[in-house]
């Protein structure tokens, strides 16, 4: 089976404050979308990336000119859509049923080919598949619309998912045909059919830039994070 990785970069952004969607937002002098993508090029059992791109994309092209990957635009309104546009293109493309497909999100562009390597041996002889995660630090609260606490949450099971999330694409199609919108991430919609995806853990730096604030952290990670 080979293994492909799909970037869906069809999302708006809107929590980041940026006024252009944040995949966009250039970290340390590039586009936060070509610092991901150049690390999932220096995967060499990644066979080949496709971005999904919203249909009314108008900056790739000017804001990673010459590209020479797969790129698709079908984007879709939710995550879920644009993913399954993706695995669609990746099926016209030759992929099959049984081959791997590792999504993983344009946001988190502070990925490190090591963690993609280890994900892959984590998860090529699985019968399910997984995900990068870290396991909870902080104790966690659950609070209301006024910002008080209403309980505090058993860590020590909790896990954050990050991506990428590895599934055979016969399975995480399926998977997310059947939840929809619902799914903010692959492994939820797996989950949801019975499986029990592998949490294989990674870095804190792992992480999906999302707040205003988070653009700052992540020009400083990207030159000190080793790989
Ligand atoms: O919104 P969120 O941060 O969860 O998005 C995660 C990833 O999914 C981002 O890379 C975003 O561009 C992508 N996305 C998408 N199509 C959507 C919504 C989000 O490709 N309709």
């Known amino acids: 089976a080979r293994c492909y990785a799909l970037v869906p970069a069809a999302g708006i952004g809107e929590r980041s404050g940026a006024g252009m969607p944040k995949q966009y937002v250039e970290i340390a002098g590039r586009p936060m979308l070509a610092h991901t993508l150049a690390a999932l090029a220096a995967v060499p059992r990644i066979a080949a990336t496709l971005v999904v791109l919203s249909p009314a994309d108008e900056r790739f092209e000017q804001a990673l ?11 879709g309104a939710s995550r879920a859509d644009s993913v399954l546009g993706g695995l669609a293109e990746l099926r016209r493309r030759g992929a099959r049923d049984d081959d791997w497909v590792l999504v993983h999100d344009a946001a ?3 990925l490190k080919p090591a963690w993609v390597d280890a994900l892959i041996d984590a998860c090529e002889h699985d019968a399910v598949g997984g995900l990068l ?5 902080d104790t966690l609260k659950a609070g209301d619309a006024d910002g008080r606490v209403t309980a505090t949450v058993d860590r020590r099971d909790k896990w954050a998912a990050q991506t990428p999330q590895m599934f055979r694409l016969g399975l995480v199609e399926r998977a997310l045909a059947a939840m929809g919108a619902a799914a903010t991430d692959e492994a939820s919609a797996v989950e949801a059919l019975g499986f029990a995806p592998r949490l294989v853990r990674a870095s804190m730096a792992n992480f999906k830039v999302t707040w ?6 992540a020009a400083r990670w990207l030159h000190q994070v080793g790989p």
């Open 212 to 217: 205003p604030e988070d653009f700052e952290l």
């Open 65 to 75: 000119p010459g590209y020479g990957g797969w790129v698709a635009r079908v984007g």
């Open 133 to 137: 995660a870290q396991p909870i630090a």
């Open 108 to 110: 988190r562009c502070l």
